[in-house]
């Protein structure tokens, strides 16, 4: 069945460093890219996503890069600040009645120090 | 508008017993999505409604059903409830279902088994 692999499930930057977290997902028929934050305590909200006619996007500090050969995709976060420090999940969507499900990736708890 | 609602936002049940909870997504939204999140296994696809009707599933056992009623609103049911069935329970709206469309979460029910 579909699968979404994510790395690492931890990771520890200082304030102001770069964060990389990667994906790669199994189906390929998926053709979108979300990826979610999810705060302590509260529910998972978008904060970037792409699709699979697009190898790039970029919205401030966040990115999201889209290799659709290796079936891989990544979140990059420049200049972190502590209000980043939250679990981040990736997901991929395929295409189709019964097979268009959202199945993400089991999270990265990114931790930011100041 | 409002957000996605859910209710109720904390239980606590037996082992053996049944639960029904229930979500109500955003005003014009016909899709409604299910998850069980669980530390380590991330977001979980339990079912996917739109307009009344199941358009998706992922791998959970019989136990686990739900529906969707006329006005969006879905409720999710878990019978002979298991200690393994303890989790956070989230619901996700979209305005239609699949694509590229947007999910929005609720604030989930927090299931507790004893």
């Known amino acids: 069945g579909e699968n979404v692999e994510q790395h690492p499930s931890t990771l520890s930057v200082q304030e102001g460093d770069s964060a990389v977290i990667k994906c790669t997902y199994s189906?390929?028929?998926?053709?979108?890219f979300p990826w979610y934050k999810q705060e302590l305590g509260k529910r998972p909200q978008l904060i970037i996503d792409?699709?699979?006619?697009?190898g790039e996007k970029k919205d401030q500090r966040i990115a999201v890069t889209l290799n659709k050969t290796a079936k891989h995709f990544s979140l990059h976060i420049t200049e972190t600040q502590p209000e980043d420090s939250a679990v981040y999940f990736c997901?991929?969507?395929?295409?189709?009645?019964?097979?268009?499900?959202?199945?993400f990736g089991t999270g990265t708890r990114l931790q930011v120090f100041p | 508008k409002a957000g996605v609602t859910q209710t109720p936002r904390y239980l606590i049940k037996t082992r053996g017993q049944q639960v029904t909870l229930s979500c109500s997504p955003i005003?014009?939204?016909?899709?409604v999505s299910w998850y069980q999140q669980t530390p380590g296994q991330g977001l979980q696809f339990l079912f996917e409604?739109?307009?009344?009707?199941?358009?998706n599933k992922g791998n959970f056992p019989g136990r686990f059903s739900g529906r969707q009623f006329s006005n969006s609103r879905s409720e999710m049911n878990v019978s002979t409830l298991e200690l393994g069935d303890s989790a956070l329970y989230l619901c996700a709206s979209s305005s239609l279902a699949g694509g590229y469309n947007e999910q929005f979460f609720g604030p989930g029910t927090r299931l507790t088994v004893l």
């Open positions: 409604y739109f307009s009344e009707t199941q358009r």
């Open positions: 997901a991929a969507r395929g295409w189709g009645y019964n097979t268009d499900k959202l199945i």
């Open positions: 189906d390929s028929a998926s053709n979108y």
């Open positions: 005003s014009g939204h016909r899709s």
């Open positions: 792409i699709r699979s006619n697009v």
